[in-house]
């Protein structure tokens, strides 16, 4: 009697579906397989094989076995575990596990060989290229290192003393080498770094809390760790998750000095055949050291035996498109079904990750000193009530006098504004009316160095208009507020002689040119430095000795939960950007409220004062880490019908003890593309199954055709 395999497609289905297994196919639970799914052939992976016998409904067969690795067993219980955790479709996470392996492969490369004919004459010329000629380069590489134009190593093709041959590209990766030492740890270091090694060597599942402050060489530690897993594993895998791609060169570079070899990159910037050649060396096991974002978690680990969460607070290993996940959550578990040790690195570590320490489910390192002779820098606070900026501008008198200092001395400047473009607000002064993106409400944001208007949250973007599109005037349209292109346009009036730049996600599309800002940086070829917080983590930057934080209460606005949590953690590593060399640092923090427990605990740098009472808060409240959260997102372009489904969504809400549902209620971004939106936010006592509740409640109202359903388990965005 022939198996039934149960296939897991990469689509948006409920469950797997059921295929037969052909005779002699020989399948196996991951396996990669083509299957048929309506008038479609599909690929995808062999969830589950079992016996046939009593089976009567007659199935269709699975296609063929394709040529590509399977999927380990742990990275299939892995994707199906992320599933049910989210409350999703397990396709979507299968979804990304297999997307290195649908990357196009990259194309052969050409190399010239020596072929050991004799050339028919010889030249000076064609001697230069002879003696290049030792290891196989491209043509054209050979006729640049030898110095002769193309035609020589032409004409030495034709003669036959060289063949070109079609060789695949070597794979973006390199094998590490473990004899390296690795450089000199202050105690601090070697003890935290001799802890983890331990719980390495304990094997099984382990997770620790790498916590010191800014500048005190928590990379070193944790690349420690890494050599020791490597070394006593020939097969042992190691995965380094960063938040922030601008992020990954710098770590790279470091690995790749600790170990004399680069690792592999996985992120989006990464072009798709390269993808392909680290999926499948991630899936073989050669590819030994990975450096990603979040969805490096999806990786065919064959023996993954270390992931490390870098600047574990990030909130930008929450995914809120698409199949939504906080990375940083999915590393635990991961590493647990692994049987793996799980790191979390951080200056600021978030809230549930100290709770999850102070407990003894983490073992807590701490590094309260920074590495070498620095020091941590002495932050202040300008209050804006009494030292205001002169009107038109944003930078006040005394942060203004200590740039006008720093630069004296020929030390660099950061000002710190998390905003992108030059104004976050375009005012029709005629009418009042606001831009915002069409059929959304979300501002259209000024973007003066490409004369546009551009909404962040749908990408529409417009020339900016002669006229008001509302009432027609001409000339009427002011920019309100400051973005960092403003506050840059401020720095150039101030300081001509300057050598003035911008950082953020505009002005850095993509790795290279992240790189390219800070090793500019890193050289001194920048005086000021104006950036959102894709520079305020993990750069170390020798001559940057005064930060400067523009608008310190910009995250505290709204009603985020995690507002308080997220402005210190962000603003403690701004501001632990300076001084991390032998030049002492300095923070000046600009607020209009500067006796905010927040700033109040930046100024003193009193971490655990500001955790504590935090802490408390949460707790009286039963919110993260002593409670838990979700959030169910309804859109749709009908008003009317949108608001019928909520409220018999809201009726079946069970009735559960521990479980409160507030809701429906608009929200705030009430419309984006063309969708009205309502939102309910579900608290959780702890010991609640909250996935079984989310999943049993939305089964009990029939969602309309024009209505889409998100659950968010955990939600870090609340717009």
């Given at each position: ?52 016998a ?39 996470p ?17 190399r ?6 004799k ?79 331990a ?76 993808r ?9 096991g ?15 680990f ?50 549930e ?32 009530r ?69 909404c ?7 020339p ?102 997220r ?51 949460r707790e ?41 549902v ?5 929200a705030p ?15 959780a ?23 889409r ?11």
């Amino acid at each position: 009697m022939p198996r039934i395999a149960s296939i897991l497609l990469p689509l948006p289905l409920p469950e797997a579906f059921d295929y037969a297994e052909p005779e002699g196919m020989d399948l196996a639970v991951g396996d990669q397989v083509a299957a048929p799914l309506g008038p479609r052939i599909l690929s995808g992976v062999v969830a589950e094989l079992r016996d046939g016998a009593g089976h009567n409904r007659p199935l269709k067969p699975v296609l063929e076995r394709l040529d590509r690795p399977a999927l380990p067993a742990s990275t299939l219980e892995f994707v199906q575990w992320a599933a049910r955790y989210a409350v999703d479709a397990p396709g979507w996470p299968l979804a990304m596990a297999l997307r290195g392996a649908r990357a196009p492969r990259p194309r052969p490369e050409k190399r010239a060989r020596l072929t050991g004919a004799k050339p028919s004459r010889m030249t000076p010329a064609r001697q230069r290229v002879l003696a290049m000629a030792a290891e196989p380069l491209s043509p054209a590489a050979l006729a640049e290192a030898a110095q002769v134009s193309a035609g020589v190593v032409r004409s030495l093709i034709d003669d036959g003393v060289l063949a070109v041959e079609l060789v695949e590209p070597p794979p973006p990766y390199g094998a590490p080498d473990l004899a390296r030492p690795g450089p000199p740890l202050n105690p601090s270091q070697a003890a935290a770094a001799q802890a983890l090694k331990a719980l390495a060597a304990q094997g099984g599942f382990q997770a620790a809390l790498l916590d010191g402050v800014t500048g005190s060489g928590k990379t070193e530690v944790y690349l420690e760790a890494a050599a020791a897993v490597l070394a006593d594993d020939p097969g042992a895998q190691v995965l380094v998750l960063l938040p922030e791609i601008a992020l990954t060169q710098a770590v790279i570079a470091r690995i790749a000095e600790r170990f004399g070899a680069a690792p592999a990159e996985w992120h989006s910037g990464v072009p798709q055949p390269r993808r392909r050649q680290v999926w499948e060396g991630v899936a073989a096991g050669d590819c030994r050291i990975v450096v990603g974002a979040r969805s490096a978690l999806f990786l065919p680990f064959r023996r993954l035996r270390l992931i490390v969460v870098d600047e574990e607070h990030d909130a930008s290993y929450k995914q809120e498109d698409g199949f939504i996940y906080q990375a940083r959550d999915l590393a635990v578990v991961r590493a647990k079904l692994e049987g793996a040790l799980v790191v979390m690195a951080s200056a600021t570590p978030s809230l549930e990750s100290l709770w999850n320490a102070e407990t003894g489910r983490y073992r807590w390192l701490r590094l309260q000193d920074r590495h070498g002779t620095a020091q941590l820098p002495r932050i202040d606070l300008v209050d804006l009530r009494q030292t205001p900026p002169e009107p038109g501008r944003w930078l006040s008198a005394p942060l203004v006098a200590a740039m006008a200092e720093t630069y004296g001395r020929g030390e660099q400047s950061l000002l710190f504004l998390n905003r992108r473009g030059y104004a976050p607000l375009v005012l029709c002064k005629a009418c009042g009316q606001k831009l915002t993106a069409p059929d959304t409400e979300s501002w259209l944001v000024e973007h003066r160095y490409t004369g546009r208007l551009v909404c962040h949250l749908t990408g529409f973007s417009m020339p900016k208009p002669a006229f008001c599109p509302h009432c027609g005037a001409k000339d009427s349209l002011v920019s309100i507020g400051p973005g960092v292109e403003r506050v840059e346009e401020e720095c150039r009036s101030l300081f001509p002689e300057a050598r003035i730049a911008v950082f953020s996600s505009d002005t850095m599309m993509d790795a290279e040119g992240a790189k390219a800002m800070i090793g500019a940086m890193e050289q001194g070829q920048i005086d000021i430095l104006v950036a959102t917080q894709v520079a305020a983590k993990g750069h170390n930057f020798p001559d940057l000795t005064l930060v400067g934080v523009v608008d310190a209460d910009l995250g505290l606005r709204g009603g985020d939960l995690r507002a308080g949590e997220r402005t210190y953690q962000l603003l403690a590593q701004a501001t632990g950007r300076a001084g991390r060399r032998e030049r002492p640092g300095r923070a000046l923090i600009q607020t209009f409220a500067p006796d905010h427990p927040v700033m109040q605990a930046l100024k003193d740098q009193d971490r655990d004062a500001f955790v504590a009472a935090e802490m408390e808060a949460r707790e009286a409240s039963g919110l993260p880490p002593f409670g838990r959260l979700a959030a169910v997102i309804a859109s749709g372009p009908d008003p009317a019908a949108l608001e019928a489904y909520v409220r018999a969504l809201a009726a079946a809400a069970p009735n559960a003890e521990g479980v409160e549902v507030y809701g429906p209620a608009d929200a705030p971004l009430g419309l984006v593309r063309g969708r009205r939106r309502k939102r309910f936010l579900v608290r959780a006592d702890r010991n609640v199954d909250l996935q079984a509740f989310m999943a049993a409640w939305r089964a009990r109202a029939r969602i309309p055709a024009s209505v889409r359903v998100t659950i968010d388990i955990d939600p870090y965005s609340f717009l």
